[in-house]
């Protein structure tokens, strides 16, 4: 099965402190220079957290001119309401909860099906970081997220909040706590939901022909197979 990983690298190194930290710590330094109207501090904060939102964006929405086009929109909010940001969580958090919110008014807006693999190739650009703080679509470089068709089939017939917790988990390395701030939802909710999506798209890829090692987790007793749409909540 295929995962992916992300982890924001911090430029320098902060002594006795955790990469967490130091990320946290730069972050409030950019945030504060943000709110005196340094534009340069903003510009430094989209490239420090871009490609971890375009990925939740892209791998929960499926289409990488929509996923641009949420990640857009979310970065602009932020931007726009960063003095309403209290520091209470990491920005990090707070970012991709802007994110998450996005993506799901999109998905009630329009409900796209998943998109065919050679319209994916046609429209897909070379790998990097994309400036999307210009005006529309027509300044981002959508790209493609390195899954292969089953997985990502798999994850687009997943009920949301299961795609999201898996996304934002499994694919993207979130803490199960921070993923629980991100959504809103408990932690252990958070895994509940990674449990039963692992099961889900453990089948849907055994189905598609991968040959699995084994269960990614054992099966709870008197578990049944959803049927319909993957992972919806009982």
Known sequence: MEWFFYEIRPQGQVPNLSIGEQVRDADAHLIDRAREGDPDALTE????HERRAYNLALRTLGDPWDAADVVQEAFIKAFRNIDSFKGEARFSTWLHRIVVNAAYDHLRR?????????TLVDISGPAGGATILGSGRQSIDPVMDGLSD???????????????????CDLLGFPYGEAAEILGVQEG???????????ALAVALAEAGYDLPGP?????????????TIGEDG
Request: aromatic share 8%; proline share 11%.
């Open 45 to 48: 904060l989209y490239r420090r």
């Open 110 to 118: 329009h409900r796209p099906e998943p998109m065919e693999s050679d």
């Open 150 to 168: 089953p997985l990502r089939d798999a994850l687009l017939s997943l009920n949301e909040g299961f795609r999201f917790a898996v996304v934002l």
């Open 189 to 199: 909710t958070i895994k509940s939901r990674i449990f039963r999506a692992r099961e």
């Open 216 to 228: 990614r987790n054992p099966k709870p007793e008197g578990s049944v197979t959803p049927q319909g």
